[in-house]
């Protein structure tokens, strides 16, 4: 794979809140905003999405009303194709859920209406990635265990090794919980982990919040305890099975219904707002080595949607992820796409952005898969508009010489890699999609975000 080489030619850069931290200073970041077909899932807010093998799937939600549908986006070809969830193992409509993935399969947590039904089930759905339908959970305890989590809303879902951390949410008649699940995904069993009793060491009730994790550690940030709104970060140690607190001075401020990511050795958090009505469009980034915050400040002509209860989806190979397992993704990518797509090279090389400002704020190739969206062409990198519906085309999609011709034994560049995995070659992108505010009878709303720094 080529490196990937940008050039900065002017250090203007512009900050949401005021002054940035040096972090920022060397990671501006650029927001584009991917326009959608009318063959797309509608806009939403308080949803579940995430990524696996270069598709995002998206599940849920609520428009004016609650949303029983399930979408997968590839994001090489900017494409939408719904899938089924009318089966009997396919979840209900729901929202608040969490989505996580481990090793071929999707696994849905939490988020419904709630019922008298609901109080005596486990609110757990599969979905079988390579073969594109839901499955009924497998308890492999007999007989099935008593303790098992019930139907709640606004919690975490992280997986850490081979189990999925459920922290929190809002249980109906009870409010925010600090209940704290561990998933056992090679035996199906539930376990109560410590720190969910009242009065233990640890972030206590909470719902709304955010968790990413790192190696072994799961971090949680801000979210509502009871009816406030908190700012602090707290890790939790899957191996000494320990919480502690983690100060941060000058951090978020605080923020519920926002979303967060693992990048690198770091994790980015964006959006959210101490309250539903006042959404932010604020990009942090916290050091786990350093453990220091730092706002990432936007390229000049670049600004982030305001968004709360949105999902974010991070791709390419710095953006952290559990979801693979060695000689699956490249043979389930073959499938999905009927094997007429392959592999690309990620290439990068200067080009200026003019709308960026005098002298070109960065220099960059972007990358472009060429195609139509609802008969309106996404803005090529080297002849981008200069109009304002110039720059809401795709700055930053891919480049795949598959989709301009023909595949041909003859492409070498192509053949050199056609047994790799494509996802790997993407280049580091995060996506924001939905929340609100959002548009009635309007596509999902997708924004993409792209440090400098890669």
């Known amino acids: 794979m080529q490196q990937k080489t940008f050039q900065t030619t002017s250090r203007r850069l512009t900050s949401q809140n005021g002054p940035v931290a040096a972090m920022s200073q060397r990671t501006p970041c650029l927001w584009t905003r991917l326009p959608q077909s009318s063959r797309s899932p509608c806009d939403r807010y308080k949803h579940a999405c995430c990524s696996h093998d270069g598709n995002v799937y998206v599940l849920g939600g609520r428009d004016n ?38 090793e071929g399969f999707l696994y849905v947590f939490g988020g419904m209406l709630d019922s008298a039904y609901t109080t005596w089930r486990c609110p757990l759905w599969m979905f079988d990635i390579a073969k594109q339908k839901w499955v009924h959970c497998q308890w492999k305890t007999n007989p099935p265990q008593a303790q098992m989590p019930t139907n ?37 069993a ?65 923020l519920m219904g926002h979303s967060a990511v693992s990048y690198k050795d770091s994790m ?12 932010k469009n604020g990009l942090w980034m916290y050091s786990f080595s350093t453990q220091s915050w730092g706002q990432v400040a936007t390229l000049p002509g670049s600004n982030p949607p305001d968004k709360i209860h949105h999902c974010c989806a991070g791709l390419g190979p710095s ?6 397992s060695p000689g699956y993704s490249s043979e389930l990518q073959q499938g999905l796409l009927g094997g007429k797509l392959r592999p690309f090279k990620n290439k990068c090389f200067p080009a200026p952005l003019t709308f960026l400002g005098s002298e070109g704020a960065i220099e960059l190739e972007t990358f472009s898969a060429d195609r139509c969206y609802a008969s309106q062409t996404l803005a090529q990198s080297s002849n981008l508009d200069h109009t304002t519906e110039g720059r809401t085309g795709s700055c930053l999609t891919f480049e795949n010489k598959a989709f301009r011709t023909q595949w041909s034994p003859t492409q070498e560049e192509v053949l050199d890699e056609e047994d790799e995995d494509m996802a790997q070659h993407m280049p580091d992108l995060l996506l924001v999609l939905g929340g609100r505010p959002c548009t009635r009878h309007s596509p999902i709303s997708i924004w993409q975000m792209t440090l400098t720094d890669c």
């Open 65 to 102: 009303s609650g949303l029983r549908d399930f979408w997968r986006y590839s994001v090489v070809c900017n494409d939408w194709i719904e899938l089924n969830c009318t089966s009997e193992a396919a979840p209900e409509e729901l929202e608040e859920h969490s989505m996580v993935a481990h």
């Open 152 to 188: 709640r809303k606004a919690h975490s879902a992280v997986v850490v090794g081979s189990a999925m951390l459920v922290y929190g949410g809002f249980v109906d008649m009870k409010g925010s919980s600090q209940d704290f699940w561990s998933l056992d995904f090679d035996t199906m």
């Open 190 to 254: 539930w376990s109560l982990l410590i720190g969910s009793q009242q009065g233990s060491l640890g972030p206590g009730p909470r719902h709304s919040h955010s968790a990413v994790t790192n190696h072994s550690c799961m971090y949680l940030f801000g979210g509502l305890k009871g009816l406030r709104e908190q700012r602090d970060l707290w890790k939790w140690n899957s191996t000494s099975h320990t919480w502690s607190s983690l100060k941060n001075k000058s951090g978020p401020s605080r």
């Open 268 to 279: 980015l958090v964006f959006g959210g707002g101490e309250s539903q009505s006042s959404p």
């Open 319 to 324: 953006y952290k992820s559990d979801t693979s």
